[in-house]
């Protein structure tokens, strides 16, 4: 089973709710309010983070849940904010919002993060909500409900340099001579199921290699796992095409994987790549060799034998690869596309929608939501608060146009209330 991808349910804490307080102190018999505010709920966060490397924890782990913040108290005493959670997954996670189908980041460097669920507000003290008229409000603000979000990962490995090839060619022998990876190895194809990272670590300049789990003939299509094994193929610099010699026909299995490349992104045919021609301890691989280097000669291609089982010439490839990859980095970066003017729009928290149904109506938009979910239904006061505040932001008055009459229901968020005509 694959690690490299995943899906979870992430929600921000609940805010905490505000009090209902009133100064009692001996000699100030009519003490204001004092109700303190709630706490706001703490907000998920994916990190990158180099000690990771797989997805493993996520599928695990499906709710992702953030701490509520406290209650308010008496005496103005604010409630404590919600512990954030912090979710760490490798360098290279892709975070999508999955009922938007949206990329909401792209963590390619360690220590990026992007939040995926916002903490809810707390609610206010009935301090807040004394005026000329009403000096000792018997209501305060419940917290605002946390965020939640249904959230795709997908990992696309950051390496330097990549290793690609048919199954059993020796990618994950390569990856084990040059580097302290230690790959499955077997002498069957698809030993590797996940892609491996390894350091190599060659006269004080090292650079990461990938090894890409094999590819064969239908992989753009999805065939044996094909979309899950080139995904990670897409950030690498420089390609380490390792080739079985001893195969019986090696240029057909390397016109095979490069065709693959191709049709899954046309942008990686023109990827600088290394041709290894491995297996050299084996005869048959040793007849083939002088043909394979005069045809890979005439392509202009770097093309260095191998034997990754023995190690013979595993050092001299790492120095080619390297020499690939420095030139690649010294190349300038393609010029910036021209960004576009900003489009000014209204907030989406100003905008609502007041839609019939079949028996009342139905009232949506984040500021109206909110304004409902953070109010105590069961308190009269709190209700005639909140009818004021839709009245001020036409709600009331969409209400009316719509055809609503008194005692129908109005249905905002998850809460129904009877409408004031």
């Given at each position: ?315 001299a490839l790492a120095r080619e690869a390297r020499r690939v990859l420095r030139a690649e980095q010294a190349k300038p970066p393609p010029p910036l596309a021209t960004e576009e003017l900003p489009v000014l729009r209204p907030r ?74």
């Amino acid at each position: 089973m694959a690690f490299d991808a995943a899906r979870a349910i992430a929600r921000g804490g609940d805010g905490g709710a505000g009090a209902i307080s009133f100064r009692r102190e001996k000699f100030v018999p009519e003490g204001g309010p004092d109700g303190g505010d709630g706490g706001r709920g703490g907000s998920v966060f994916i990190v990158a983070d180099r000690s990771a490397s797989t997805l493993r924890s996520l599928q695990r782990k499906r709710h992702l849940t953030a701490a509520s913040g406290g209650r308010g108290a008496k005496a103005e005493r604010h409630g404590a904010r919600g512990a954030d959670l912090r979710v760490v997954v490798p360098t290279g996670t892709m975070v999508y919002d999955e009922a938007a189908g949206t990329l909401l980041a792209d963590l390619t460097l360690p220590g990026q993060d992007v939040m995926v669920a916002r903490g809810g507000r707390g609610g206010l003290g009935n301090r807040h909500f004394a005026t000329s008229t009403n000096q000792a409000p018997r209501h305060a603000q419940k917290g605002e409900p946390g965020e939640e979000r249904r959230i795709r990962l997908e990992l696309k490995l950051v390496a330097d340099v990549g290793i690609v090839g048919l199954p059993n060619a020796g990618k994950s022998t390569l990856l084990a001579a040059l580097t302290r990876a230690r790959p499955a190895i077997a002498d069957y194809p698809f030993t590797t199921l996940e892609p491996n990272l390894g350091v190599v670590d060659l006269d004080d300049d090292p650079f990461v290699l990938a090894d890409i789990p094999g590819l064969i003939e239908g992989a753009h299509r999805g065939i044996g796992l094909g979309h899950s094994f080139l995904r990670h193929v897409e950030r690498a610099r420089v390609f380490v095409h390792v080739l079985d010699a001893s195969a019986e026909d090696p240029l057909a299995a390397y016109a095979t994987i490069e065709n693959e490349l191709a049709l899954y992104d046309v942008d990686l045919r023109d990827r600088p790549r290394v041709v290894a021609l491995n297996k050299i301890d084996l005869p048959e691989a040793v007849t083939a060799l002088a043909s394979l280097q005069a045809h890979f000669a005439m392509e202009g291609l770097p093309c260095i034998a191998i034997s990754a089982a023995t190690g013979e010439n595993c050092v001299a490839l790492a120095r080619e690869a390297r020499r690939v990859l420095r030139a690649e980095q010294a190349k300038p970066p393609p010029p910036l596309a021209t960004e576009e003017l900003p489009v000014l729009r209204p907030r989406a928290d100003e905008t609502f929608t007041v839609k019939a149904e079949k028996d009342g109506y139905r009232v949506s938009g984040r500021r109206v939501e909110r304004a409902v979910a953070m109010t105590d239904l069961a308190n009269e006061e709190a209700v005639d608060f909140l009818w004021r505040v839709l009245g001020r932001t036409g709600v009331t008055a969409a209400l009316e146009r719509a055809g609503a009459t008194a005692g129908v229901s109005i249905r905002v968020g998850s809460d129904e209330l009877p409408y004031r005509g």
